[in-house]
């Protein structure tokens, strides 16, 4: 019986090993997973806004991820490292849906949502957030007017 447990326990491994970003305990980033059927117009306009965000992102030491289940992601090196397939399973994506998650650095989900991306509410998620609290405290926004 042990030997069967051990057999199921190992099998498992190489999913959760090559799962982004399941396998880290601690980052220096968070993430925001944008998983989507094709390269479509949500595709575009998540990257588009993206730009547009692209210094209270930076700010918040926030990578934008797009994984699409025909095979396309941004960066086009994600596709190198990391078994796709494994990464829509391991955030449970539904087949065709549009699905965004946000990873804090420690790891977990802390914001799950569809096609369109409120951006505010994801700001002000990471800004909730302890480990950005302690950030705030020590820098002034670069991003302000």
Request: charged content about 25%; glycine content about 4%; overall charge negative.
């Amino acid at each position: 019986m042990r030997r069967i447990l051990l057999a199921l326990c190992l099998s498992c491994l190489p999913l959760i090993a090559s799962a982004y970003p399941l396998y880290a305990h601690s980052w220096s980033h968070r993430s925001v997973l944008y998983f989507a059927p094709t390269q479509d117009e949500y595709v575009r306009q998540f990257l588009l806004e993206t730009l547009m965000h692209e210094c209270e992102l930076d700010e918040r030491d926030v990578v934008t991820i797009i994984i699409t289940e025909d095979g396309y992601s941004y960066p086009a090196w994600l596709k190198d490292e990391f078994d796709l397939r494994d990464v829509l399973m391991a955030y449970g994506v539904p087949a065709g849906s549009h699905t965004a998650v946000l990873v804090g650095k420690d790891g977990e989900e802390k914001l799950r949502w569809g096609k369109t991306t409120d951006w505010i509410k994801v700001k002000d998620t990471i800004d909730a957030m302890p480990m950005r609290q302690h950030e705030m405290q020590r820098q002034i926004s670069r991003c302000q007017i």
